[in-house]
């Protein structure tokens, strides 16, 4: 039938997309979820901001992710990648609220890659709550209102008469009572209410939305081994493969003898794949492949190939060497990307001028679990099983490459095993369908060993930060130059692309808040020789690294407390003009609802302060650090507490986060996101790098490019949410805001501890 | 060819010897649960029980095995209700969860042996068990709270 909320024969179809239902789709697509308009007021022309500028837009049609089937079971699609980040459950909290539905009678299926039907679907930049949170309200209560006109219709008592409440329609007045199950088919018919029509619970009213506490809908699934990663898909008939890819970026396989592998017992095939030249976007590398019986004969094949590379022109790429020609660049003027007043007088006629370069290595992203894609491509049909955070990017790649229509081309997002912008970039998706056609449609998994993520993978930029301020008599910067020199991930994408696009500029270089007269930002080039690609909040690691060290570093050249003197910095509260500091980015988001609001980056740093005791006596060796950042449109502040023994042993006892990222939908998820975000911070602060050397990096496994282990993690962490302004203020993004402050907060807790003053990171050693 | 225990199954492996558990589990038994993360005893994502302890299934060749008991997380419990997947559950201990199934196998283990242990040992224990999205906090709470739920 063509129910728009729609019969439990469908919906079974839906739960079984990610196991393939060939064909399935297209019967979907007849059905009359496409024949959705839409609920939002048109709008006339207008600049685009926010989800609405993105491909494929933002849908909010209760009939394209929402069924309800007959014993009352709730079926919500969801079309962003789940990775740890929690949008399966935090946005079933809100549909299930606005719908007035149980939380635990509502079933979260998986969309496939369809920006058509589904609008954008591209996981990254903290954007998923923050562009739906309005939407999945939209959907719940447009859904909870047709089924509010059924029942009143069927017992002819007026709308304004009836509830919903609690998976069930009510009429106070006669005690009548009916449930969703028993109105969905009919409600379905209905007319989905006009924008302007629909009625939304208020907050005081929420049952999820905003509460802590609400359980995880896929923990049963986790915690009993059942839940499907991208690495678990299992089709019938799948071989296994492993690629021996170009060890240097842009290389080439020169010779290669396949003989040994395919004597290697379980090796079917040995192919080879045509390199991508530079830049590669999200293309293979190129390489030879062998495929197998199963991952582990494939993985000793490979070790039987006999290959020559040709390295091609980043064979020299040496990061002691990159690093030195960084910081040469940074001594010399580079495009100035914002300035205000003038710099060079103000620093000239200085009391004092202060300066300091800081160094971020590499850094790969290690998801747990490492890319892999299972694939079957025939001459008609590419089916793709994998955990990307952008399916429609790959969907769109494949359809380009194997000539097939868009609609032949189905991909399935399956859980990621973590993605942290390494999922964003889907070259392993492509390998697994090359292979799969190179088998003429036998399924193939490609699977990445961690050697091959670390060696192939999309790393974080290097950089150098140059800072310099001039000092007036109190201590107060009157100028602050700022040289930030970094490859840029446009490389990937652009030919010998050098210098940062707006967005990596905008993630804390330009939109520098410090009440400062005189502030010039430079970017002086710095040519790429890696996959440059997103981590965890992109650019603004180095950024709040360097900014948020230097601040305490002036801070003691002045005397002054470190957090006093932040706040004194960051001046009167103002709303910044993203014009005024040239960010022309602003993550994409509407300067009028998100344009830099520096009192909530105060209220973050009081929080914080107060909630971590700042000033407290400490024990010998021990000392508080602070550092303050917003990014991706919410407000982090983090106080470490940091211990350094005699023999340089460092360990963190404690450490605050205070977070301002507007209304709070699901906190639980938001804390576990910045107690993770400390963590990682922590991680990359003490002992993350990828470093190269003849053009290969260096490190391989988790023995040389370890991450943070229990051992290593603070003993305590504390999560502060500041009270929400309400739910119809603007949100802010969770995923990856509380990670920048946590550098350079512990850096800053070492330098009180210790006098010692860190600017190159990871510690490391550096403090025996 | 080895026979060998899994979850109560009995096995036979008539492949390469040299295989590793994990993809045996994984490839060939379809037990998808034990998790790939290293292939070196690094990160513990494929943590199983062999014969009651936890051994790293990337690690042990299947041809070694022979007559070993292994409980994968698939058999940890009959419906999921072990103390320390409860415990997991009550806690949200998971983000994104790939690494779990290998903590919770390592925490089980622990408190096998040591019901109450002190953070120290709870540290010690899960030391080889890696979580790159950061769930040790709560990691920490979840062991504190099934060894207390296992007391009473
Ligand atoms: S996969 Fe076995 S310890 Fe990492
Ligand atoms: S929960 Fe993601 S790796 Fe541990």
Redo the contacts with the bound molecule.
């Keep these: 039938m063509n129910a728009p909320i729609v019969n439990t024969g469908l919906m079974n179809e839906i739960a079984n997309l990610s196991l393939s239902r060939r064909g399935f789709l297209r019967g979907l697509a007849a059905g009359s979820f496409v024949l959705a308009t839409g609920i939002r007021p048109a709008r006339a022309q207008e600049t685009k901001y926010g989800a609405e500028a993105m491909s494929g837009g933002l849908k909010d049609d209760p009939r394209i992710f929402l069924a309800i089937a007959d014993d009352g079971t709730v079926s919500l699609l969801c079309h962003r990648a789940e990775m740890?980040q929690g949008v399966r459950t935090s946005w079933a909290m809100v549909v299930a609220d606005e719908l007035e539905a149980e939380l635990d009678r509502v079933r979260v299926l998986q969309a496939p890659g369809d920006e058509a039907r589904f609008g954008n679907q591209n996981t990254d930049g903290s954007r998923s709550m923050r562009h739906h949170f309005q939407a999945l309200r939209r959907i719940g209560a447009a859904a909870r209102q047709m089924l509010e006109q059924e029942a009143a219709g069927r017992w002819k008592v007026p709308v304004a008469e009836v509830r919903a409440e609690r998976h069930e329609v009510v009429h106070a007045a006669s005690g009548r009572r009916i449930g969703f199950g028993e109105l969905a088919r009919a409600a379905a018919l209905r007319p989905v209410p006009a924008a302007d029509a629909l009625v939304f619970k208020r907050p005081a009213d929420f049952r999820y939305i905003g509460r802590d506490g609400v359980a995880l809908v896929d923990n049963l699934d986790i915690t009993t081994g059942k839940a499907v990663y991208g690495i678990d898909a299992r089709i019938e008939g799948m071989a296994y493969a492993v690629i021996a890819r170009p060890p240097v970026y842009g290389g080439k396989v020169k010779r290669f003898d396949a003989t040994r592998a395919l004597q290697v017992p379980g090796v079917v095939k040995v192919v080879p794949i045509e390199e991508t030249p530079i830049p590669s976007a999200f293309q293979p590398l190129g390489g030879v492949a062998v495929i197998a019986d199963n991952t582990y004969a494939a993985i000793k094949g490979r070790a039987q190939l006999d290959i020559e590379w040709d390295d091609g022109p980043n064979a020299g790429y040496d990061s002691a060497a990159y690093r030195a020609a960084l910081e040469a660049a940074s001594r010399q003027p580079g495009k100035v990307v914002r300035s205000n007043g003038d710099v060079d007088t103000a620093l000239a006629g200085a009391a004092r001028r202060v300066e300091a370069s800081y160094y971020v290595p590499h850094l790969a992203q290690a998801p747990?679990e490492p890319p892999t894609a299972t694939a079957r491509v025939t001459a008609e049909l590419c089916e793709v099983w994998c955990s990307v955070q952008n399916p429609e990017a790959i969907r769109a790649d494949l359809s380009k490459r194997f000539g097939l229509p868009l609609e032949n081309v189905i991909v399935n997002t399956l859980l990621l095993?973590?993605g942290f912008g390494r999922k964003s970039k889907p070259d392993f998706a492509s390998e697994a369908a090359i292979l799969s056609r190179a088998l003429d449609g036998r399924p193939v998994k490609l699977t990445f060993t961690r050697e091959d993520d670390l060696h192939n993978g999309y790393l974080h930029t290097v950089s150098v930060a140059r800072l310099e301020a001039g000092l007036d008599a109190e201590g107060r910067p009157q100028a602050w130059l700022h040289r930030t020199v970094a490859p840029t991930i446009q490389s990937i994408f652009v030919p010998d692309a050098q210098q940062a696009g707006a967005f990596e500029l905008a993630m804390g270089a330009v939109d520098m808040p410090l009440a400062i007269p005189n502030v010039r930002i430079e970017n002086p080039p710095a040519p790429a020789h890696t996959r440059i690609g997103w981590f965890r909040s992109v650019s603004n690691i180095p950024h709040a690294f360097a900014i948020q060290s230097f601040v305490a570093e002036l801070a003691a050249a002045a005397g002054r407390d470190p957090k006093d003197y932040l706040l004194q910095l960051l001046g009167p509260d103002r709303v910044i003009d993203p014009a005024s500091v040239s960010d022309q980015w602003l993550y994409g988001e509407d300067p009028k609802r998100y344009a830099y609001d520096t009192a909530r980056l105060r209220g973050v740093i009081e929080r914080v302060a107060a909630e971590a005791g700042w000033g407290r006596s400490l024990p010998q060796g021990h000392g508080l650090g602070i550092a303050a950042h917003r990014s991706f449109v919410s407000y982090a502040a983090v106080v470490v507490e940091a211990a350094v023994d005699d023999e340089g042993r460092l360990t963190i006892p404690r450490v605050d986060i205070a977070f301002d990222c507007g209304a709070v939908i699901n906190p639980d998820r938001v804390r576990a996101q910045l107690e993770g975000a400390v963590i990682q911070g922590i991680s990359l602060a003490t002992v993350g790098e990828i470093s190269f050397k003849a053009g290969r990096v260096v490190q391989s496994n988790f023995h040389d490019y370890p991450v943070t282990r229990i051992d290593g993690a603070p003993k305590q962490i504390h999560t502060h949410l500041v009270t929400p302004t309400g739910f119809d203020a603007p949100l802010g993004g969770v995923g990856e805001p509380g990670l920048p402050p946590v550098a350079p907060a512990l850096c800053n807790a070492i330098f009180a501890a210790t006098g010692k003053r860190i600017r190159s990171l990871p510690i490391r050693d550096q403090l025996a | 060819m080895t026979k060998f225990i899994v979850n109560g199954s009995s096995h036979q492996a008539d492949g390469d010897p040299e295989m590793p558990l994990l993809w045996y589990l994984r490839d060939l038994a379809g037990l998808t649960g034990t998790k790939y993360g290293c292939g070196l005893g690094l990160c513990g994502t494929c943590t199983v029980l062999v014969d009651g302890r936890p051994a790293r299934a990337c690690l042990l060749a299947v041809g070694e095995l022979e007559g070993r008991a292994i409980t994968t997380i698939e058999g940890l419990s009959a419906d999921g209700m072990h103390p320390v997947q409860e415990a997991w559950r009550q806690l949200n201990v998971?983000?994104?969860?790939?690494?779990?199934t290998g903590q919770i196998m390592q925490a089980a283990a622990l408190l096998a042996k040591t019901p109450d242990p002190s953070d120290t040992e709870i540290d010690a224990a899960m030391s080889g068990n890696l979580?790159?999205?950061g769930?040790y906090p709560r990691i920490r709470a979840a062991i504190r709270q099934a060894a207390k739920g296992g007391a009473k």
């Excluded at chain 2, 998971?94 to 779990?100: I, L, M, P, R, V």
């Design positions: 740890g747990m095993g973590g | 998971a983000q994104c969860g790939y690494c779990q979580c790159r999205c769930t």
